[in-house]
């Protein structure tokens, strides 16, 4: 964690007659003429505390004749709040405590069903017992439906990454692989470029994408289970990746401050949520103007009903809860995108496919 940032905004907001300088702009842009009368005090001292507010982004400046006139930026205001969110969020691994009381009760359920197995599934890696949890048939497949989970979820789908890569993967980043499909090799990854995975479980795809982006760029996972971050830490550590940082929190409500990422990735986990919509609105909030997704997921063709979905697996087994293509398209252009291709790649039950959805944002 970079703390220069936080100890920068803290500091911003540490002193009394920062606060009341503060006080005085909320009511409109001042001149600092009326700010050193207002606060009777020096002029290099007032020089001194709006050098920090405006470094700290909560103030801006503009010179009209022999004096500068002060104002709040409330664009910045905005950032600084989501970073000392996501701050704080980081530091205490406390996050989005109203979420679940906001949940109907049905909803409440899902997501403790999704938790729990999701729980289950990163402590059967992180205790050493392979056999099942890194079979994914015990994780995001379903055993009773009878397709052959272990070629169609899981690790097996990183047959396109170079071995290279693969070779600086730790062996249970590959174990706890359990999504649906391989986004780090439909995204298109750019050196330098800021990545978030949704729901990034043991960290696989966030460790690819930290390889791809190099140095300069960086990635991000998120997950809402200390169990999977835990494990995801562990395998960071291990692959001696510097540039990546996991999350805690859920992916309807991302803690990231807006227009913060290049690109969002997930691997079979939007199925997984039981507010879809705020989970498309949230990426568009984080993506920078131009952004893009590259996701896997289940997807279920249009003329199966709710039910039918329902009657091929479970919820937590990530195919009751996924959208149908048309449902996709819709959720996703509703929240401002464009350019939506939703591809199939294999199917996982009848009716219901792993596939690779990308669409890009654009916000002026
Ligand atoms: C099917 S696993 C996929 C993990 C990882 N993407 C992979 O490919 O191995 C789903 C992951 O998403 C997380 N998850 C599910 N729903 C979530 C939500 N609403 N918010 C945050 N994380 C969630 C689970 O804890 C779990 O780690």
């Not at 789908?157 to 986004?183: F, K, R």
């Amino acid at each position: 964690m970079d703390y220069q940032r936080p100890a920068q905004l803290f500091k911003a907001f540490a002193d009394e007659s920062r606060l009341q300088i503060l006080a005085l702009l909320k009511q409109g842009e001042k001149c600092a003429c009326v700010l050193l009368e207002e606060l009777d005090i020096s002029q290099s001292t007032l020089s001194h505390h709006m050098k920090i507010l405006c470094e700290a982004g909560i103030v801006t400046a503009r010179r009209e004749g022999k004096w500068t006139h002060y104002s709040l930026d409330c664009s910045g205001i905005d950032q600084v709040k989501a970073e000392l969110e996501q701050f704080v969020i980081a530091e205490t691994g406390c996050c989005c405590g109203s979420k679940d009381t906001e949940l109907d009760a049905e909803k409440k359920e899902l997501l403790q069903q999704v938790q729990d197995r999701y729980i289950e599934a990163a402590k059967k890696v992180t205790g050493g017992s392979q056999s099942s949890c890194c079979s994914p048939m015990d994780c995001c497949a379903e055993p009773t439906v009878g397709f052959a989970a272990s070629d169609r979820l899981g690790a097996k789908l990183y047959t396109q990454q170079s071995s290279t890569e693969i070779d600086a993967l730790p062996q249970d980043a590959l174990l706890a692989s359990l999504g649906c499909g391989n986004p780090t090799a439909v995204a298109e990854l750019k050196a330098g470029e800021t990545v978030l995975d949704l729901g990034s479980g043991g960290g696989i795809d966030v460790l690819l994408s930290a390889m791809r982006v190099g140095e300069h760029g960086f990635a991000y996972g998120l997950d809402m289970t200390d169990e999977m971050l835990e494990l995801a830490r562990k395998n960071a550590k291990e692959a001696g990746a510097t540039n990546v940082e996991f999350l805690k929190g859920y992916i309807e409500d991302i803690p990231l401050p807006d227009s913060s990422v290049d690109i969002v990735i997930s691997n079979c986990v939007i199925n997984l949520s039981v507010d879809k919509p705020a989970v498309f609105k949230e990426i568009a909030r984080v993506l920078k103007d131009g952004g893009r997704i590259g996701i896997s997921d289940i997807v279920a063709d249009n003329k199966l009903s709710q039910e039918e979905r329902r009657a091929k697996g479970s919820y937590a087994g990530c195919i009751a809860g996924a959208l149908s293509f048309a449902e996709y398209e819709a959720g996703l252009s509703t929240a401002g995108f464009h350019d939506i291709q939703i591809t199939p790649t294999h199917e996982v039950v009848s009716g219901m496919s792993a596939s690779i959805i990308k669409a890009y944002i654009h916000k002026h």
